[in-house]
Nanobody, 119 residues
């Protein structure tokens, strides 16, 4: 069993910044790809950014140049630095990870953290 605990969401004005964290704990041998998804009201969940075990990153076009995903393998933690935030970034953000555990390969989600961009 693996638990993902997110933190760092909140209310921010347009143009502001937030940093999300997602710490994994449990019976983890290793972590493969990790990623951040978001879901706005009335919309489907979308993959915002991902990072492989060797640090290769990818982003959706709307956040390129504004968001940065990173990970600390020693701490089993991933981060999403969000700059120049816009109202359309408002959503619940979920972290996700692909794990090798004592029970085999498993995929887990965080509980979600609300990000609201508004003046």
């Amino acid at each position: 069993q693996v638990q993902l605990v997110e933190s760092g969401g909140g209310l921010v004005q347009p143009g502001g910044s937030l940093r999300l964290s997602c710490a994994a704990s449990g019976s983890i041998f290793s972590i493969n790809a990790m990623g951040w998804y978001r879901q706005a009201p009335g919309k489907q969940r979308e993959l915002v950014a991902s990072i492989t075990s060797d640090g290769r990153t990818s982003y959706i076009d709307s956040v390129k140049g504004r968001f940065t995903i990173s990970r600390d393998n020693a701490k089993n933690t991933q981060y999403l630095q969000m700059n120049s935030l816009r109202p359309e970034d408002t959503a619940v953000y979920y972290c996700n990870g692909d794990f090798r555990t004592t029970a085999g390969r498993r995929n887990y989600w965080g509980q979600g953290t609300q990000v609201t961009v508004s003046s």
